[in-house]
Structure formats: C-alpha cells, structure tokens
C-alpha cells in the first residue's frame, strides 16, 4: 500500500538557518505530493504541492521537488524564522480516490531566536 | 469565505459512551473526509462523503461511522467508546470528488477525550 516516511523531530534550528525536511514515499503509480503545516491548536494548512515528477512546490519561501527516480520530497527553506515553528506533514493523494491522502508521521520544528 | 467550522471543538467522554461529531464544509464544497490524529497512529484516513454517498472508508473498526446531509454537513459518530478513541478528529472539505486530487481545507478539529 501507499506509505510515507518522514524524518523524525524534532528538529530545532536557529533562526536564519537553513531548512531540510527529508520525505520519501511509496505508491503504485505516481501520486500528487503535499507538504502540510500543522501550528498549535489548528487544523492543518496545505504548503505547497507538486502533482507530476520533477515539478517544483514553492509557498512562502519553502521549496519541494518531486524526485520520482528517488521517491522523494524534501523541504526545504533557506533561512527559518521563529513564526515558521510547527508540526510539518509530508503526504500523498492515493491514486484510485484522489481525496484520501496518506501522511507521514510528521516533523516538529522549533526555531529559536 | 468562511472556512471548515467543526462542533464541538472539545469533549471528554467516557469508555462506553457514543459520540457525534460535526463538520460544516467551504460553501458550494461537496466533499467531507475525516481524518484521526493520535501521537501513536498519526494521521489516519476515516472515510469520505460526497454529495450524500460514501465514497471511500480506511481500516477502522465498525463503531465509526458517518453521513452527510443535503447540505454537505458531515457529521461523524463512534459508538462503544474506548480509552484509544481519544484523538484529534479533523474534518477537510474540497470541491469536488474524484480520482484527481482536489485540494482540502482542514478544519481546526475536535479534541475528544475518552475517561
């Protein structure tokens, strides 16, 4: 079946340092792929999304590129703030009922001043 | 646009007891899915309601079930409550059903909490 993998947290950086979430997947096929922040107390807030192979996501200065030669999708960001602290979930649309998305374990951040 | 609004957003309930949950979607959204949070599990997928019809359940056990009413408003419930029902229960809504990817709108959650 369909599976994420994320790496796990949490992950605490200075602020202004540089950001790598490592994601992989397994799937049948080629299923979109997501990143999505979680900040306390809320719901979930889609990041950005990549839909085919090689196709870059890019929102509020995070970045993912969808490797299907190695099955991943890593995020990235060039210099963290501490308003950027949050739970991130890595996930992927399943192919037969598009709706259904399968997420990793998530990752916490802590960005320190 | 208002966004998902989920009732209530927290419940303390205890081993035995059943439960309703509700989750009013996007205006003009005909899709409701429900997801569980645990720190153990994760995020895990429920079930899907569009317009009215199930359309797609994950690997829970029979005490929950759903609907979705005329008006897109999904409500979820969990019979025979047990210690490991206590969750972060979220509710997304999108456009449109389908083996595309629609893009969904999570909705803030209800705690629930089985004593």
């Known amino acids: 079946g369909n599976s994420v993998t994320q790496m796990e947290g949490p992950v605490t950086l200075s602020e202004e340092a540089f950001l790598t979430i490592n994601c992989t997947y397994t799937a049948t096929g080629y299923p979109s792929l997501f990143w999505y922040v979680q900040y306390p107390g809320e719901g979930l807030q889609l990041l950005l999304k990549?839909?085919?192979?090689?196709d870059k996501g890019s929102n509020k200065g995070f970045e993912a590129t969808y490797r299907k030669e190695t099955t991943s999708f890593h995020l990235e960001k060039g210099s963290v703030q501490v308003s950027d602290s949050a739970v991130y979930f890595c996930a992927l649309s399943d192919q037969e009922y598009g709706n259904k998305l399968v997420f990793g374990a998530g990752t916490i951040l802590r960005v320190k001043s | 646009k208002a966004g998902v609004t989920q009732t209530p957003r927290y419940l303390i309930k205890t081993r035995g007891q059943q439960v309703t949950l509700s989750c009013s979607p996007i205006?003009?959204?005909?899709?409701v899915s429900w997801y569980q949070q645990t720190p153990g599990q994760g995020l895990q997928f429920l079930f899907e309601y569009f317009s009215e019809t199930q359309r797609n359940k994950g690997n829970f056990p029979g005490r929950f079930s759903g609907r979705q009413f005329s008006n897109s408003r999904s409500e979820m419930n969990v019979s025979t409550l047990e210690l490991g029902d206590s969750a972060l229960y979220l509710c997304a809504s999108s456009s449109q059903g389908g083996i595309s990817y629609n893009e969904q709108f999570f909705g803030p959650g209800t705690r629930l909490t089985v004593l």
């Open positions: 205006s003009g959204h005909r899709s």
């Open positions: 990549a839909t085919k192979a090689d």
